[in-house]
């Protein structure tokens, strides 16, 4: 029993490896910060130091950002800000700060986040210390010594740095997204309008087809309760074309709000748009005009418009619980009307 015990405890226990592990590849990464300072302490230890000065840390974290910059990669989760050390190293490159002041500014900028914070995973503090923090510097302790006991430190320098690579591709692909997200917004704000306008003069029209029924729950809407949705929503696409219009009662089109319908729905108002064609209605020619002259464009146009709108929206909206398109008589209505059947 007391054999079995000491196992559990022995399988239980985490070595000073394993908490090193979990500081540099757990944890939400907001900069690449704490991977530069694990890159500090490794060539601490390959050198043999017990103590470092906050100088000789400014210097030793300076030239680790300065050779990482080099590629270009973002160090920062957010879209448009970047960090100190960033804006140090281009500060020397552009020579406007020579070495010495430059890890000066790293000295008084780059730590007061970072120092205090290494020894977290998901913000909770690990059990083990691998420097104690004075008023001159770091002192390195034996668990950091007991990481890289058992060989060399190489393999903890490959995982540092693909941990770190994958935290710049990230940090990468989110600005892609926001700048395409960008150019998008601005490729509808150069046609469109900067302000909303009323379009309740579309009521009638779109409900001469809808006939009373809620586009987003298939129920009847009371005469007082019609509301005139965007479906790509107005934020993006900025007008009020027809095809995009459709009728809600106001607790649905409060409920989608902001957010881009669900697919079956996008199917189902490509299936609208359709029937106001097949029917000769007056605004046919309006809907040819901004979507296509055959069946497949008009689609393919309302598809780009939509595939677009998921690069801006955030979040799509499944619809009213408990729809259901087969028992939505709106829908039926004019899945007839196009099929003749
Ligand atoms: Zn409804």
Redo the contacts with the bound molecule.
Sequence with gaps: MKVVLTMARYLLELSAADYWRAIILYGLNTATYKLALGQCLVNFTTQGKTRVSMSELAEEFFDIYKDRLENGKPQLDHVSRRTVMETIVELYNLGKLTRNQAIEEVEKRAFDDVIPRFHTVYRTPVEVQFYEHTSTGLILTDSLYAVFEHGDSQEFRDELDSRWSLLEAAFEMKRERSTLANDIMRFYLRKGNLARSDVTHTIPVLNGYQEGV??????K?PPGSIHVDHFIPWKVVRHDEIWNLVL??G??NEQKSDALPARQYLEKLIMRNEYFIASNHPIKNKLIAALGDTRIERRRCILEHYERARHVVKHTWDG?RGYNPGTDKFYKTFIRRIYRC
Excluded: L, S, T, V
Excluded at 214 to 219: A, D, H, I, L, R
């Design positions: 809620c586009f987003y729950c298939g129920e809407m809600a009662h607790f649905c009213i």
